[in-house]
Each structure stands twice: as structure tokens, then as C-alpha cells.
């Protein structure tokens, strides 16, 4: 079993940034894929951002690219996501998740094993 506890969401003004954690237990996460994905009021989850195991690449949403970062630190068991220049779009639960699987589609939450229970992002005008 894999707990995954997000943290660092809150109000933040249009343009400025955020940067949200995702603290990870069990042994192995090096191994995972890692994701975040986010749910804005009324719409459904959408991915935003995903590193595979090695972290040698990254991948990301059209809406986002060029503005957010997904870091891991294996050694703390931890994903971040840096959010800059954020707009009212952003506005969402943003979710953490965790993919067990060799071969995956970073993009489906249904890839996804695990799941964070999500911190708010709001942003203001």
C-alpha cells in the first residue's frame, strides 16, 4: 500500500506562483511513475504532469508547458510541482498519483494506482 499526502496549495494572486509537495510512503518509490492531475469545479480530472521512475523526462499539458516543473527526490520520497505565472484556469484540487505498472500512459488517471486526497489552488484576479 502506498500513501501519498499533498501539501502547499492555498490562494495565491494571478502571476504569482506555487509550489505543491507530495510525500510518498513505502520503500520503493523510486520505482513509481509519479503524476499529478488536478479537478477544476464541475469539470472532470485532467492531467497536468507526470516523471517516470528514472526521471530522465517529463511530461506535460499543453496548458501548463513552459510554466510548471515536476521535480522528484527519491531520497525523500517526495514529488514537487513548481507553478508559475498562474492564472484563474488553474484554479483546482490538484492531485497526487502513483503508477506501479513498467509501462504506462502517463496522461490516464487510470494508470494511476494510488491517489493523494488533493490540496486546493485557487487564484485570484
Known amino acids: 500500500q502506498v500513501q501519498l499526502v499533498e501539501s502547499g496549495g492555498g490562494l495565491v494572486q494571478a502571476g504569482g506562483s506555487l509550489r505543491l509537495s507530495c510525500a510518498a510512503s513505502?520503500?520503493?518509490?523510486?520505482?513509481?511513475?509519479m503524476g499529478w492531475f488536478r479537478q477544476a469545479p464541475g469539470k472532470e480530472r485532467e492531467f497536468v504532469a507526470a516523471?517516470?521512475?528514472?526521471?530522465?523526462?517529463?511530461y506535460y499539458a499543453d496548458s501548463v508547458k513552459g510554466r510548471f516543473t515536476i521535480s522528484r527526490d527519491n531520497a525523500t520520497n517526495t514529488v514537487y510541482l513548481q507553478m508559475r505565472t498562474l492564472n484563474s484556469e488553474d484554479t483546482a484540487v490538484y492531485y497526487c498519483?502513483?503508477?506501479?505498472?513498467?509501462?504506462?500512459?502517463?496522461?490516464?488517471?487510470?494508470?494511476?494506482?494510488?491517489w493523494g486526497q488533493g490540496t486546493l489552488v485557487t487564484v485570484s484576479l
Open positions: 498519483a502513483a503508477a506501479m505498472s513498467t509501462s504506462v500512459v502517463v496522461t490516464t488517471t487510470s494508470s494511476y494506482d494510488y
Open positions: 513505502g520503500r520503493t518509490f523510486s520505482t513509481y511513475v
Open positions: 516523471m517516470p521512475r528514472n526521471g530522465r523526462h517529463t
